[in-house]
């Protein structure tokens, strides 16, 4: 029994070998199809011609990720870990909507969390070195958030006041009604989206919404350039010294003492200098 069940934990929880892709694979499948029967079931003209059939196969698919479920539980060594980590509580909410529609009217939809589960995709195919890429951009947003932050506040500040500068030109009777839909203008002229549900018809009006659109373009390229520039940004290299009293070995270069004890680095070479 122990024999089968360590060959069952290779076989769903690790991709190395080739029983342990398939099966990552037919489960990357059974997910794309559950998500795309959701969406066909979205569709109200699909929906009247095939509602058994989609129902049918929806619940198929739920009752083998709940078969998958159980087993990956009962397989691995603490199951309590498994249950609480990332992907364990997006197995268990893949399962419990369809279970949830059976009580709860409408909630049958939220299953295309289900799509969450492709993320597996990255061990099947090995493509995990490239999360280090992520990494690094993830680091390089959180380095930056100080300078992002004065960037947000400077932009909201910016279209509080040109939307109440809107607002006084163009006033209620060209669409203007109020300062918050004006801020709205503001911040959809900005950001170039011009949704055009709202436009200045005076002159000094689409003056300033000139202004504000030559703005937007240069504004834009503000936050790209902040986190480009941490990106970029040389990390800092350490030396090859190693303390002599604590053995440490992870020092910036031109360290003179030790960052984790205080002991002098290489005195020595002052004795030979």
Same mark, same amino acid.
């Given at each position: 029994?122990?024999?089968?069940?360590?060959?069952?934990?290779?076989?769903?929880?690790?991709?190395?070998?080739?029983?342990?892709?398939?099966?990552?694979?037919?489960?990357?499948?059974?997910?794309?199809?559950?998500?795309?029967?959701?969406?066909?079931?979205?569709?109200?003209?699909?929906?009247?011609?095939?509602?058994?059939?989609?129902?049918?196969?929806?619940?198929?698919?739920?009752?083998?990720?709940?078969?998958?479920?159980?087993?990956?539980?009962?397989?691995?060594?603490?199951?309590?870990?498994?249950?609480?980590?990332?992907? %364990?509580?997006? *197995?268990?909410?893949? #399962?419990? +909507?369809?279970?949830?529609? =059976?009580?709860? /009217?409408?909630?049958?939809?939220?299953?295309?969390?289900?799509?969450?589960?492709?993320?597996?995709?990255?061990?099947?195919?090995?493509?995990?070195?490239?999360?280090?890429?992520?990494?690094?951009?993830?680091?390089?947003?959180?380095?930056?958030?100080?300078?992002?932050?004065?960037?947000?506040?400077?932009?909201?500040?910016?279209?509080?006041?040109?939307?109440?500068?809107?607002?006084?030109?163009?006033?209620?009777?060209?669409?203007?009604?109020?300062?918050?839909?004006?801020?709205?203008?503001?911040?959809?002229?900005?950001?170039?989206? %011009?949704?055009? *549900?709202?436009?200045? #018809?005076? +002159?000094?009006?689409?003056? =300033?919404?000139? /202004?504000?659109?030559?703005?937007?373009?240069?504004?834009?390229?503000?936050?790209?350039?902040?986190?480009?520039?941490?990106?970029?940004?040389?990390?800092?290299?350490?030396?090859?010294?190693?303390?002599?009293?604590?053995?440490?070995?992870?020092?910036?270069?031109?360290?003179?003492?030790?960052?984790?004890?205080?002991?002098?680095?290489?005195?020595?070479?002052?004795?030979?200098?």
């Amino acid at each position: 029994m122990k024999i089968t069940k360590n060959r069952l934990y290779e076989i769903i929880f690790e991709a190395d070998t080739k029983e342990g892709k398939a099966f990552d694979i037919v489960l990357l499948i059974v997910i794309v199809l559950s998500i795309a029967f959701v969406m066909l079931e979205s569709v109200e003209s699909i929906n009247n011609q095939y509602s058994k059939v989609l129902k049918v196969s929806e619940w198929m698919i739920t009752v083998i990720f709940t078969i998958e479920y159980i087993f990956r539980i009962a397989i691995v060594r603490k199951p309590w870990k498994y249950i609480t980590s990332f992907f %364990g509580v997006i *197995d268990l909410l893949s #399962v419990l +909507p369809t279970y949830l529609s =059976l009580i709860f /009217i409408g909630s049958h939809s939220l299953v295309v969390i289900r799509v969450i589960r492709l993320l597996r995709i990255f061990r099947v195919l090995k493509l995990s070195r490239y999360t280090s890429a992520g990494r690094s951009l993830a680091k390089a947003l959180w380095a930056s958030r100080g300078k992002i932050s004065v960037f947000l506040f400077f932009v909201l500040t910016l279209v509080i006041i040109v939307g109440t500068i809107m607002y006084l030109i163009e006033g209620e009777e060209n669409g203007f009604n109020s300062i918050p839909r004006s801020i709205y203008w503001a911040i959809v002229t900005l950001t170039t989206v %011009g949704y055009g *549900d709202i436009s200045p #018809v005076t +002159p000094l009006g689409q003056l =300033l919404a000139s /202004i504000v659109m030559i703005t937007g373009y240069a504004i834009i390229a503000v936050p790209t350039g902040i986190v480009t520039a941490e990106i970029i940004k040389p990390s800092v290299k350490g030396n090859t010294q190693v303390c002599p009293y604590c053995l440490y070995d992870k020092h910036e270069d031109h360290a003179k003492f030790c960052l984790r004890c205080g002991t002098e680095l290489n005195p020595a070479s002052k004795d030979t200098g």
